[in-house]
């Protein structure tokens, strides 16, 4: 059974940084596209980044481009997501998603519950 779950949201202050994590099994891991998308609050979907099967090439969204980081552990079925100079902006409910490629009809088919991030003073 497909397993996404994510952790390691919490409060942090504006300027601060955080790291969410994303625990995945039931699928083959390394030969999935990784996706960090979020959804802050009354707001719609927002992708956030991408990451290739081999963790060596990223893509960011303008929002959070120079500011995040997209990661994986392909050892431990982990993808991860590091936050810095945060803004009051990326408060949002973080989701992992997996996908089979990047192309068209291969879109992002499980997504995990989410971790909320907020950043407040």
């Known amino acids: 059974q497909v397993q996404l779950v994510e952790s390691g949201g919490g409060l942090v202050q504006p300027g601060g940084s955080l790291t969410v994590s994303c625990a995945a099994s039931?699928?083959?891991?390394?030969?999935?596209?990784m996706h960090w998308v979020r959804q802050a609050p009354g707001k719609g979907l927002e992708w956030v980044a991408s990451?290739?099967?081999?963790?060596?090439?990223?893509y960011y969204g303008t929002s959070v481009k120079g500011r995040f980081t997209i990661s994986r552990d392909n050892a431990k079925n982990a993808l991860y997501l590091q936050m810095n100079t945060l803004k009051s902006e990326d408060t949002a409910v973080y989701y992992c998603?997996?996908?089979?490629?990047?192309?068209?009809?291969?879109?992002?088919?499980?997504w995990g519950k989410g971790t909320l991030v907020t950043v407040s003073s």
């Open positions: 998603a997996k996908s089979l490629g990047l192309a068209r009809g291969q879109g992002m088919d499980y």
């Open positions: 990451i290739f099967k081999d963790g060596r090439v990223t």
């Open positions: 039931g699928f083959t891991f390394s030969n999935h596209y």
